[in-house]
């Protein structure tokens, strides 16, 4: 007979992290649920960012405007630190107008309805010159994962607009562990522990309920096999035949890879497990892993250059 399971939520949870348990469960399941929520979290969880911007008096994102000491790059590159929560399913236009000396912070964009600025202290510029004024349009859209600037350059494009790149995820980190756990005196069971951090746009409780969904939503197509299937056999063939071959090397564990001990503990840290979870990353993502440094990001190119693969954006090197 089946335990029950039990689920629980750490009292302590803040609006940016939660620590969740899942117990006990089959052994084994516990790795297959802590996996297969990480990967939702961190790739699928919609958000909100600024994806365009016009300032008065600019005409691209390489001039700097009297008066304020950032530049126009340095603006925009704080643009997309502000965090931001929307109800809209279309674009929203928001406006910001200062007048210096001031420091300008994300509190000072005007208010819109369907926009929450979750983080008002983040900093955007400073104007040091008396009667300066900083005028700026924004649009900002909802979606998931990462689109590169030109992705956002859609519909009517004036001359004075400067698209940002967007990285709409509200999840900064998703951390699981997996522990021994006992039912009278059967001890065949995980416990599965589940932390989730934010960036405050979304609370980690409603993270986890939102990724449970989406995994049971696809899990439901493959619980009724009553349903025909309309894709004609020609299509299928087709399908198989354009498939390229899978690279066997993505499932080549991280233990089973001669890395450096400061590599392997960086990596195990971030529960990075395989070759396949590792290409997935960008260089950006693993600097800012704690004690992970140039030698170590070096390191991990060759590896991954030696099984035919590279890191999130990059190529992978031609064999001489």
Same mark, same amino acid.
């Given at each position: 007979?089946?335990?029950?399971?039990?689920?629980?939520?750490?009292?302590?949870?803040?609006?940016?992290?939660?620590r969740f348990v899942l117990e006990p469960l089959e052994r084994g399941y516990g790795q297959t649920i802590g996996n297969s929520l990480r990967r939702v979290l961190l790739s699928s969880m919609?958000?909100?960012?600024?994806?365009?911007?016009?300032?008065?008096?600019?005409?691209?994102?390489?001039?700097?405007?009297?008066?304020?000491?950032?530049?126009?790059t340095q603006i925009i590159l704080n643009l997309k630190k502000v965090v931001l929560r929307s109800?809209?399913?279309?674009?929203?236009?928001?406006?910001?107008?200062?007048?210096?000396?001031?420091?300008?912070?994300?509190?000072d964009i005007q208010p819109h309805q369907c926009v929450t600025i979750v983080q008002p202290n983040v900093y955007i510029c400073e104007i040091t010159g008396?009667?300066?004024?900083?005028?700026?349009?924004?649009?900002?859209?909802?979606?998931?994962?990462?689109?590169?600037?030109?992705?956002?350059?859609?519909g009517d494009v004036?001359?004075?607009?400067?698209?940002?790149?967007?990285?709409?995820?509200?999840?900064?980190?998703?951390n699981f562990l997996v522990e021994d756990t006992r039912v009278g005196q059967d001890i065949n069971?995980?416990?599965?522990?589940?932390?989730?951090?934010?960036?405050?746009a979304i609370h980690p409780d409603e993270a986890v309920r939102l990724s449970a969904k989406m995994l049971t939503g696809h899990f439901d197509l493959l619980t009724d096999f009553a349903i025909e299937s309309k894709f004609p056999e020609e299509e299928f063939r087709m399908v198989?035949?354009?498939?390229?071959?899978?690279?066997?090397? !993505?499932? &080549?564990?991280?233990?089973?890879?001669?890395?450096?001990?400061?590599? $392997?503990?960086? #990596?195990? =840290?971030?529960?990075?497990?395989?070759?396949?979870?590792l290409a997935s990353k960008r260089?950006?993502?693993? !600097?800012? &892993?704690?004690?992970?440094?140039?030698?170590?990001?070096?390191?991990? $190119?060759?590896? #991954?250059? =030696?099984h035919g693969l590279a890191l999130k954006d990059e190529e992978v090197p031609k064999k001489p």
């Open positions: 007979m089946r335990p029950d399971l039990k689920f629980y939520r750490d009292e302590h949870n803040t609006p940016e992290f939660g919609p958000g909100a960012c600024i994806c365009a911007v016009k300032m008065e008096g600019v005409l691209h994102e390489f001039s700097h405007i009297p008066g304020i000491v950032e530049d126009v109800t809209s399913d279309k674009p929203v236009t928001m406006y910001l107008k200062a007048t210096g000396p001031k420091q300008v912070m994300a509190g008396q009667g300066t004024v900083l005028d700026m349009e924004m649009t900002v859209i909802k979606g998931k994962g990462y689109k590169l600037a030109q992705r956002n350059a859609v004036t001359l004075n607009t400067i698209f940002l790149d967007t990285h709409f995820t509200p999840i900064t980190k998703v069971y995980d416990r599965l522990i589940l932390e989730v951090t934010t960036n405050g198989r035949e354009d498939k390229k071959p899978e690279n066997k090397a !993505l499932d &080549i564990p991280i233990k089973d890879l001669e890395f450096s001990v400061r590599s $392997r503990n960086c #990596l195990e =840290q971030e529960n990075i497990r395989t070759l396949g979870e260089a950006s993502e693993l !600097l800012a &892993i704690k004690n992970f440094g140039k030698k170590s990001l070096f390191e991990i $190119r060759e590896k #991954l250059s =030696q």
